[in-house]
């Protein structure tokens, strides 16, 4: 009966359940911000910073390891998702779509990483911002060469006859303006999240089956091996995720500097 009344007041949870707590070891009722999560953010944009300050230091013709590494990264990104999807003028962007790159693909692989095992992007909040902030460049981008009424009018108005358009244009506000910032959000959320949750799955399956009793106790073993081989897929996703998140930002961005949409 206690142990029934125990259950009734853990479950179901509440909304504060899915926060994580904080790591700091001082007061923690003060400190709920600075959770494993943002340990984890700050991790990552510093080792972006270094790596890139490192390899650049002292740039040589012939380059180095280091120097190597991180000019194929930029021409990557730059060569075959700016230029690509944009043209020539993508050069311009290349600098943000690098960054974007590399904080999302570096965020993504804590997923993997043992004793970490939990991507920032597997919580919606951090996708919904560098969701937001593609929005916010590729409409201003699109003002700033285009101007203001024109931008919106090609935007909103297709070729099309006259008479269709009251159907057509809430259809291309809700895809452009609405459609655009949710699906890249939710498209890295999702994915990140469902990898979390799957290693998670097997992982303490694993163990909860070598403790149970009779025949489940080998399973375990299977239910291990499957967890080694979803995170060599969980691997190519997260490096896809990144590369499709770039690449729909770039061709926002090509969308905007369009003379017709």
């Known amino acids: 009966m206690i142990g029934q009344t125990v259950l009734a007041a853990e479950f179901p949870p509440s909304v504060e359940d899915f926060y994580l707590p904080s790591i700091l070891p001082w007061g923690v009722e003060n400190n709920y911000w600075f ?25 040589e013709l012939v380059p180095t390891k280091r120097q190597w590494i991180a000019e194929s990264i930029y021409g990557f990104v730059r060569n075959n998702v700016a230029v ?19 904080f999302i693909i570096v965020n993504n692989f804590f997923g993997i990483v043992p004793f970490v095992q939990i991507s920032p992007n ?27 009424v024109k931008y919106f009018k090609t935007a909103l ?23 655009r910032p949710f699906s890249l959000a939710v498209r890295l959320f999702a994915n990140m999240f469902a990898g979390h949750m799957l290693l998670l799955v ?34 190519l996703v997260i490096c896809l995720q990144a590369y499709v998140f770039t690449v729909l930002t770039a061709s926002y961005v090509q969308g905007a500097l369009a003379d017709e949409h």
């Open 35 to 59: 959770t494993k999560i943002t340990f984890l953010i700050w991790v990552a944009v510093a080792a972006i910073i270094i790596f890139f300050l490192v390899a650049y230091r002292k740039p």
């Open 84 to 102: 690509e999807m944009i043209g020539p003028r993508g050069v311009a962007f290349a600098p943000y779509l690098t960054v974007l790159f590399m």
């Open 122 to 148: 597997s919580h919606i909040a951090f996708p919904a911002i560098l969701a937001a902030i593609s929005y916010v460049m590729f409409i201003y981008v699109g003002i700033r060469h285009h101007g203001f």
């Open 157 to 179: 108005v297709p070729p099309a006859p006259w008479f269709i358009l009251p159907l057509l244009v809430p259809i291309e506000f809700f895809s452009n303006f609405l459609v």
């Open 202 to 235: 097997f992982t303490l399956g694993g163990f909860a089956m070598i403790s149970a009793n009779g025949f489940l106790a080998p399973v375990s073993i299977l239910s291990w091996a499957l967890t080694i081989a979803l995170t060599f897929l969980e691997f």
